[in-house]
């Protein structure tokens, strides 16, 4: 509520302890004309009311200091940090997009230029480079039960934390967002069956930055290992074992 309190209004809550009649013209006028001085009362009503509207203005300033931090990050070790949040993009979820090599497709949003991004969506021919093949699996509600029980800084990502933003078991879909433990990165994590391709899209992307040092392959390895693992999902393999 601090942050919504204009300063006048903080110093209209605040009780006069003096009144105007009681108040010298000036410190010269008291020690000099021998004006009446204020009351031991009413000077130390200044105090506390500079004090308090010095409080009040402390936390206009600060705001709401965690604001974009997620509540179940690793600690509190950095969130005074501004975190390095990016833009959400306006066009995730499975849309009707352009594609380069086949005209257009239904599903996830493509990957960018830049190498910090994993797609199922997108035909191969469009980005072979940055392209995972989509998980043979049975129930959107695995990947929710995955999720609700991700582990915080496994592998040393997403020490931030993470946050569940749409989940709709009649349309299929989860869009997650992660957050790295320093720096306050943001990535967004999707999962959408595909009724075309009867299988799992999935896309996991950072949104700044060019290099995402493995982050979303360790989080996709981690969550489709899971779902390998305890659900019985089928996931194509490269011949190293990797996912990406």
Known sequence: AAS???????????????QSSDLPKSLTDITENGEKAPSLACRRGFL???????????????????????ENRLDD?????????GTQP?????LERASRT???YTGLKQCGTSPNCWCSSVPFSDSPARFIPAWEGKAIQDVKKVIDTYEVGQNGVDGGGFEIIDYNEGDKYIYVQFQSYKNGYIDD??????PLSQKFDVRSAS???MSDLGVNAKRLEYIGGRLEKEFGWKLERRKNGSLV
């Open 207 to 209: 949104r700044i930055g």
């Open 4 to 18: 919504n309190l204009s300063l006048s209004a903080a110093f209209s809550i605040i009780p006069p302890l003096c």
């Open 189 to 194: 994590f999707e999962c959408w069956y595909n």
């Open 90 to 94: 306006t066009d995730l979820g499975h």
């Open 102 to 104: 086949k005209g257009s």
């Open 77 to 85: 070790k950095y969130v005074d940090v501004t975190p390095q949040t």
């Open 48 to 70: 506390v009311k500079g004090l308090s509207l010095l409080s009040v203005s402390t936390l206009l300033s600060q705001g709401p200091q965690a604001a974009n931090a997620f």
